[in-house]
Structures are given as structure tokens and as C-alpha cells.
């Protein structure tokens, strides 16, 4: 029996990148994230990327995230998808791997949408 697509990211991630809760994204991080915003990158731990990702949302308002495309095996998947914020529309992609037993992020890129 496979995965269907609500079943692929965890609809939680989904909502928390919808409404910009970087408190409830971050409960999803592995406890090292590399995270990409705009220029920046690095690896960052689970406390430090949840302050980033707040600055981020606390400048950039989300107003939906919807997933353009999913996919991955049984113990990794990654999603991407369109960030529409009150500045501007930004590309999601994320990269969960299992770690004991629960699906985390272990990267999460947000970059200017060049479309």
C-alpha cells in the first residue's frame, strides 16, 4: 500500500510554513539543520534556526504555502513548494529523513521565486 500525497510531508509542516509558526516548524527539526534564506547558509542548530526562520516570518508575512511537488522513499522525502508572503513569493524546498521513528527536517532552502 503506498503513500498518498497527505501522507508524504506531515500535514503539520505544511500548515506551520502556511501561517509562518516557526515555533511549530522548529518542533520538527533534526537537531541540526542546514538552512538556506535568501544569501544565507549554514548549519545551524534546532534553537538557532527557529530564530531565524521567526525573523524571517516576522519580515516576510506568510499568507499560503502550497506544495508544487513531493516525493522520496519510506525513510526520506522532500518537498517544494510556493511561499506566498505579503512581500513577495518565495520557493520552499525541505528535506526530511526518519530519525527514530518520526520524519524530520534536515534542510529547509527558502529562495527568491525567479519565475
Same mark, same amino acid.
Given at each position: ?8 510531508? =506531515? =500535514? ?20 541540526? %539543520? ?14 538557532? *534556526? ?11 508575512? =506568510? ?16 518537498? #517544494?513548494?510556493?511561499?506566498?508572503? *505579503?512581500?513577495?513569493?518565495?520557493? %520552499? ?11 524530520? #527536517?534536515?534542510?529547509?532552502? #527558502? ?5
Amino acid at each position: 500500500m503506498g503513500f498518498t500525497q497527505t501522507q508524504t510531508i =506531515p =500535514p503539520v509542516i505544511i500548515n506551520a510554513l502556511k501561517v509562518g509558526n516557526a515555533a511549530e516548524l522548529a518542533k520538527n527539526f533534526n537537531t541540526e %539543520v542546514e538552512l538556506v534564506i535568501l544569501e544565507t547558509e549554514e548549519v545551524y542548530s534546532k534553537a538557532q *534556526s527557529e530564530i531565524i526562520l521567526k525573523d524571517f516570518f516576522a519580515k516576510n508575512k =506568510p499568507n499560503d504555502f502550497k506544495i508544487l511537488h513531493q516525493g522520496g522513499k519510506e525513510d526520506s522525502k522532500y518537498g #517544494i513548494g510556493n511561499l506566498s508572503t *505579503s512581500n513577495n513569493v518565495f520557493r %520552499v524546498y525541505f528535506l526530511l529523513k526518519m530519525k527514530n521513528e518520526k520524519l524530520l #527536517i534536515h534542510q529547509l532552502r #527558502i529562495e527568491d521565486n525567479d519565475e
